[in-house]
Nanobody, 124 residues
Framework: QVQLVESGGGLVQAGGSLRLSCAAS????????MGWFRHAPGKEREFVAA????????YYADSVKGRFTISRVVAKNTVYLQMSSLKPEDTGVYYC?????????????????WGQGTQVTISS
């Protein structure tokens, strides 16, 4: 089992920044891909960014490229999502997920473990 706990969400104005954290514990996950997804009202959960835990390779959705940065601190077993130049359309519940197959999937169903989510609200 892998446990994931997100934190860092909140309410900010458009143009502002937030940093989300995802603390991971449980089974060894050095080969996993850790991803961030978001779920906005009336929309399906969508991929935001992912990072391969052992090498640090990253991948981003086009909608956040250049504005968001995913990173991890191995010693803290924590994945971060630094979000800048935030827009109202970035509003949603942000979830951290772990993909045990390590295929760098952008598909929600390929992720095996999820956190409880953290709300991000961007006001215009």
């Amino acid at each position: 089992q892998v446990q994931l706990v997100e934190s860092g969400g909140g309410l900010v104005q458009a143009g502002g920044s937030l940093r989300l954290s995802c603390a991971a514990s449980g089974r060894p996950f050095s080969r996993y891909v850790m991803g961030w997804f978001r779920h906005a009202p009336g929309k399906e959960r969508e991929f935001v960014a992912a990072i391969r835990w052992n090498y640090g390779y990253t991948y981003y959705a086009d909608s956040v490229k250049g504005r968001f940065t995913i990173s991890r601190v191995v010693a803290k077993n924590t994945v971060y999502l630094q979000m800048s130049s935030l827009k109202p359309e970035d509003t949603g519940v942000y979830y951290c997920g772990a993909e045990t197959a390590g295929t760098f999937s952008v598909t929600e169903r390929e992720y095996d473990y999820w956190g409880q989510g953290t709300q991000v609200t961007i006001s215009s």
